[in-house]
């Protein structure tokens, strides 16, 4: 959008850079007496080349030995009190869910372990670009820490340039009933939601809000990332059209449901691809609409893709499935959350038991794998309850491809049961969740003993989590499906 409207801009993925210059940090192999550690850094670029490599995937034992080998190295180069790995960054001392604790982080960013990559990348950066405004888009947690020292580097360095931050977990924290702006003096804007036209604005500059835009990726590098090519994300949605079921934090933060026009996905898909050369696509929806899935069906872009759907009839209709198949449909993700119709009906889901069987059949029949999502601890759900999940899931585990097992986390801003007992989930102003005293007694303590000891350990379950791409889990899924 910024591109087409003549507005000189740069996509920086400080994500894959920062962990790939932490990787490469000079090391030598002998400076340790561990083995596991002296072949981890010797390999270290061997793993990094084969991670793009899609003949690693057809060796499962081989792609995980080469994913806990990078893990290895990345242990290896963190200190013992801030630890990095692939998918998470923890500080010892600072928590990310506390507001007092990222502005720490701001005020000293020189501790941080990424400092060394930023400061290099950054003054380089702005040098070269003079950028009078920096967008940062923070979506996870194990980003916040890093993301605010990089914040307090910017204002420490290059005070003149205004600062913008906005994404997924910072759209939760304003969505918060009780949220006060803790970084007023740090940040100059906040945006929560969809950033587009927020962020024109703040830049002077209109828009007509006609179209939804469509993303450009022409300034980002595709390449270094750890997949076998580039994956493109691509959001025909924001919200989620079902929008009912209880404790959703989409429901809980009233986020609103607005879709890209199907036949505009369609185009956009088939540009961005031709820009790209992707690998594979990723729908980033919440889940995809009926009328997206039609429309994809009937539209074979000639590449992989895959994302979450609703169990629905029409997922139930076996040449739908394969007409699905047809069109590039490697994986859909499913939200069955539990193998008890009242707890599904509690949970308002609005699929039932019946539905989910036929839909997980048609897909294998269909070749197209699955990624199963259940939920455990809900105020609806007793033992027996999740042990008739546990039934559910053995009976359908031809059918299941890959598992993901949760425990229930209350949304803080959710609607609470008249009869649940709330209590306190964190010490941090910025918690997304609280605990909650379970009705039946069937506390995360109860879930967790459940899970460990009966549910992983059944073979059927067994054999499914065995499946499970170490670390990267459902973003690299669907290069395993068979």
Request: net charge neutral; glycine share 8%.
């Amino acid at each position: 959008m910024l591109g087409s409207l003549g507005v000189e801009h740069r996509l920086l993925d400080a994500n894959r850079e920062g962990l790939l210059n932490l990787l490469r940090s000079p090391l030598s192999p002998e400076g340790t007496q561990d083995a596991w550690t002296r072949r981890a850094l010797r390999n270290l670029e061997s793993n990094l080349r084969a991670m793009r490599d899609p003949v690693l995937y057809r060796n499962p034992d081989r792609y995980k030995r080469a994913v806990r080998d990078i893990g290895r190295v990345l242990a290896y180069v963190s200190s013992h009190d801030k630890a990095v790995s692939l998918v998470n960054y923890e500080d010892k001392g600072l928590s990310p869910l506390k507001s007092r604790d990222l502005i720490t982080a701001a005020e000293h960013p020189g501790l941080n372990p990424f400092y060394p990559y930023f400061r290099s990348r950054l003054e380089g950066l702005f040098s070269s670009e003079k950028p009078l405004v920096v967008g940062i888009s923070l979506n996870y947690l194990s980003q916040a820490l890093v993301s605010f020292s990089i914040i307090g580097f910017i204002k420490q360095q290059f005070p003149g340039v205004k600062l913008i931050l906005g994404g997924g977990l910072v759209t939760s924290w304003v969505k918060n009933p009780g949220w006060k702006n803790p970084f007023s003096g740090l940040v100059d804007h906040i945006v929560a939601g969809p950033g587009e036209y927020p962020l024109l604005s703040l830049l002077g500059l209109q828009a007509r809000e006609t179209k939804t835009p469509r993303p450009d990726y022409s300034t980002l590098s595709k390449e270094g990332y750890l997949s076998p090519g580039f994956i493109l994300p691509y959001s025909a949605s924001t919200g989620c059209y079902w929008n009912r079921c209880a404790f959703c934090p989409e429901k809980a933060e009233k986020n609103t449901y607005l879709s890209v026009p199907v036949q505009q996905v369609i185009e956009d898909l088939g540009v961005l691809s031709q820009a790209t050369g992707p690998s594979l696509i990723h729908i980033l929806d919440n889940a995809i609409s009926p009328a997206l899935l039609d429309s994809l069906s009937e539209n074979p872009m000639g590449i992989p893709w895959y994302g979450f759907a609703r169990v629905s009839p029409r997922l139930a209709d076996p040449d739908f499935c394969m007409d699905l198949k047809r069109s590039g449909c490697v994986m859909l993700k499913l939200g069955i959350e539990s193998g008890d119709q009242y707890v599904l009906d509690a949970l308002h889901k609005g699929i039932t038991l019946e539905t989910s069987s036929v839909v997980l059949k048609n897909l294998r029949k269909a070749g197209i794998g699955t990624y199963v999502y259940l939920i455990f601890g809900t105020p609806a759900e007793n033992e027996r309850s999740a042990e008739k999940t546990l039934e559910f899931t053995v009976q359908h585990s031809e059918c299941i491809d890959f598992l993901n097992l949760a425990i229930f986390n209350m949304p803080v801003c959710e609607v609470h049961p008249p009869d649940v007992e709330i209590r306190r989930f964190s010490e941090g102003d910025l918690s997304l969740y609280t605990d909650f005293v379970h009705p039946q007694g069937w506390d995360r303590r109860h879930v967790r003993l459940f899970l460990e000891k009966k549910f992983r350990r059944h073979p059927a379950v067994a054999g499914i989590l065995n499946n499970e791409p170490p670390l990267f889990t459902s973003n690299h899924a669907p290069f395993f499906v068979k």
